[in-house]
């Protein structure tokens, strides 16, 4: 019985559930990458805002909203998880 327990245990460590938090996150990094790409068509390609603004915008988006959406988890989610092993 404790090999069925174990199984179904490493079969959950391994589940990544998103909740509405993460689904929060994920829209603002949308956001964002929508800003990045709108500041990116504006002007001149010389322009500020296609040569600063954008590039910020856009690597800020990809780079960190983004897989922070992907990768949080709340403290009562690590709770659950550590109870379980």
Do not use: H, W
Request: proline share 4%.
């Amino acid at each position: 019985m404790a090999k069925v327990k174990q199984k179904a245990n490493a079969k959950n460590t391994g589940k990544i559930t998103f909740t509405k938090t993460n689904y929060t996150i994920f829209a603002i990094g949308l956001i964002f990458l929508i800003a990045g790409y709108i500041a990116l068509a504006q002007g001149p390609a010389t322009s500020y805002l296609s040569v600063s603004v954008a590039p910020i915008l856009l690597v800020f988006g990809y780079c960190v909203i983004i897989p922070l959406a992907i990768l949080y988890r709340n403290a009562e989610e690590n709770k659950n998880l550590k109870q379980g092993d």
